[in-house]
């Protein structure tokens, strides 16, 4: 096979092979300027794109884990940017405005008795003081609609905040503080997947086939979508950290806890006050 130089037509280097292994530019070839290529490529991003997030979907649906762990190791073409994939999601859960996932009414905030329903109920009387022509009914609806998409957006401070507890209870095997963060968002992409989109559209279809809110159906459905949830990440963080198991059953059980205050306390809260904010 004849090996020959090639000096990159974008930035100089001298290389042998298709790819500038500096910049990363191809060697142009006569066949890339047949006339079928000019349309193909056109397409190449929208298929590629395709190939790449269903292969990322397909792996964090069937091998829990090896996203995370593949791309720690460095293997990160065949996939989608874990991040990357994680707003996809959210770009696609805010498609369907019924899914309403974490959303909350005002009164719900109010009502979180013991952390920062207090805190809130008093700072809804302070506004509605310092706002005579709002009314109780008026605040709820415009806290409601700012509500509806900021719920979303704001599901990002949730990786951040996961990647805390894993990387305190991981460390002796993941000592970089990024590798947990890619983690947590493989957790929480999975996470919003199940919980958000395939969950609500299952109970849509079952209330659909029985006419009506079948409330015996809804539980069976609800426990069946979180022990779902919990053999995907015990079986992640086993592949992801590689402890034996009952050490990783340990750190779920552990993260069961965390997880359930970020989402349920302070995921919440930061939810209440940047809504707040921006009323
Ligand atoms: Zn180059």
Redesign the pocket.
């Known amino acids: 096979m004849k090996v020959s130089n090639v000096s ?6 001298v ?1 042998t092979g298709n790819y ?6 191809k060697v142009l070839h006569d066949h890339d300027r047949y006339i079928g290529h000019f349309f193909e490529e056109a397409f190449h991003f929208i298929t590629h794109f395709d190939g790449k997030f269903f292969t990322t979907l397909k792996t964090i649906l069937t091998r829990p884990g090896k996203l995370s762990f593949d791309f720690c190791r460095g293997v990160r073409r065949p996939y989608f940017r874990p991040l990357s994939f994680f707003l996809m999601l959210v770009v696609i859960y805010l498609l369907f405005p019924a899914f309403s996932g974490l959303n909350m009414p005002l009164s719900g905030h109010m009502g979180q008795n013991g952390t920062y329903g207090g805190y809130a109920t008093s700072r809804v009387e302070r506004y509605l003081q310092s706002h005579p022509e709002v009314t109780k009914q008026i605040l709820s609806d415009t806290f409601a609609k700012k509500s509806a998409t900021t719920s979303k957006l704001l599901l990002f401070i949730i990786i951040p905040l996961t990647a805390l507890p894993l990387w305190l209870l991981g460390y002796r095997k993941r000592p970089w503080y990024y590798d947990n963060l890619v983690f947590a968002t493989e957790l929480n992409s999975f996470f919003i997947l199940l919980n958000f989109l395939v969950f609500p559209a299952l109970l849509n279809a079952l209330h659909f086939v029985l006419g009506g809110a079948g409330s015996m159906a809804d539980l069976v459905l609800t426990i069946l979508v979180y022990a779902v949830i919990l053999l995907f990440s015990f079986r992640a963080i086993t592949r992801f950290y590689q402890f034996p198991w009952p050490i990783s059953l340990l750190l779920l059980l552990v993260l069961i806890v965390v997880q359930t205050f970020i989402v349920y306390v302070l995921y919440k809260f930061v939810l209440f006050l940047t809504v707040f904010a921006l009323l």
Do not use: A, P, Y
Not at 8 to 13: F, H, L
């Open positions: 990159c037509v974008n930035c100089g280097q290389f500038c292994n500096r910049c990363g530019e």
